[in-house]
């Protein structure tokens, strides 16, 4: 950030959500409908773009203020609900063009110049994502729920010493589990051709850990696909059954959603103010 980019001291900042052409239902359906910090949203126009914005306290969203917000959960997930939200009722209504977590501006001019400056760019893929959703594909390998499903217990001998029986116990978990990821990175590998002629691009993600990883077992493949409108049921008939025979492996269909995974943010890095 530059020292002319500073905020002053109490100064609001314009946060910007989406960007949608000009004109489109989104400018009034969202129109006062509350943003970040409960602040109305509101529109920037310039030429046949409009950015979908809400006033910011510098306070919190200047470089510091960014800083400590992505440093507290919290209030990151708080952030982060409220930006998906928005962009999820703009969608609604029109194609937009998602932007990354805290785009910041420092007010409402300075998004005009980027509009005007992104405008080819943006207009290209308004035209891309119109009429189109992301739906997601997700894969879990459960070697656990894998032995429930067939009831197999881990192979030992009777008669072996305790020594013995546990490493045989050991092998059998290990072949388990082996076997639970194999066939889960063959049901991956099928679902391309599935979709094929149903999805119109793809996007492989890194598969979710941690926090993130809620669901059961472990999560081997995390992709995007757009897919249009009318074909969205197509898509999920498509990827109906594929693992329902296979133990200890989960299919989740997710969405549909505004496409975040096919629409390229600004040039600026999270956070980043202008």
Not at 37 to 56: D, F, H
Request: aromatic share 6%; proline share 6%; charged share 20%.
């Amino acid at each position: 950030m530059t020292e002319e980019a500073v905020p002053a001291a109490g100064q609001e900042m314009s946060y910007v959500y989406a960007v949608c052409r000009a004109g489109t239902p989104v400018e009034t359906a969202l129109a006062g409908q509350p943003g970040l910090e409960g602040a109305p949203l509101r529109t920037v126009r310039a030429g046949e773009l409009a950015a979908l914005v809400s006033s910011v306290p510098s306070v919190s969203y200047g470089t510091e203020g960014v800083k400590a917000q992505m440093e507290d959960l919290d209030r990151l997930e708080v952030l982060a609900r409220t930006h998906h939200a928005v962009v999820e009722a703009a969608y609604g209504h029109a194609a937009v063009l998602p932007m990354r977590l805290v785009t910041v501006y420092l007010d409402d001019g300075r998004v005009g110049e980027m509009l005007g400056a992104r405008a080819p760019e943006f207009s290209a893929l308004l035209a891309r994502l119109e009429g189109h959703v992301e739906l997601g594909v997700k894969i879990y390998a459960d070697p656990r729920e894998a032995v429930s499903v067939t009831g197999r217990a881990p192979e030992t001998d009777t008669a072996a010493s305790p020594g013995r029986a546990y490493l045989q116990r050991r092998r059998s978990q290990q072949r388990n589990h082996r076997e639970t990821y194999r066939a889960a990175g063959s049901v991956a590998a099928e679902v391309p051709a599935r979709v094929d002629g149903i999805a119109r691009a793809h996007v492989a993600h890194r598969p979710q850990q941690g926090d993130l990883a809620q669901a059961a077992g472990e999560n081997i493949l995390n992709d995007a696909y757009l897919v249009q409108d009318a074909q969205a049921d197509a898509f999920r008939a498509a990827l109906a059954g594929l693992a329902d025979d296979v133990p200890g492996v989960r299919v989740e269909i997710t969405g549909p959603w505004a496409p975040y995974s096919f629409a390229t943010p600004p040039a600026a890095a999270e956070g980043d103010t202008r």
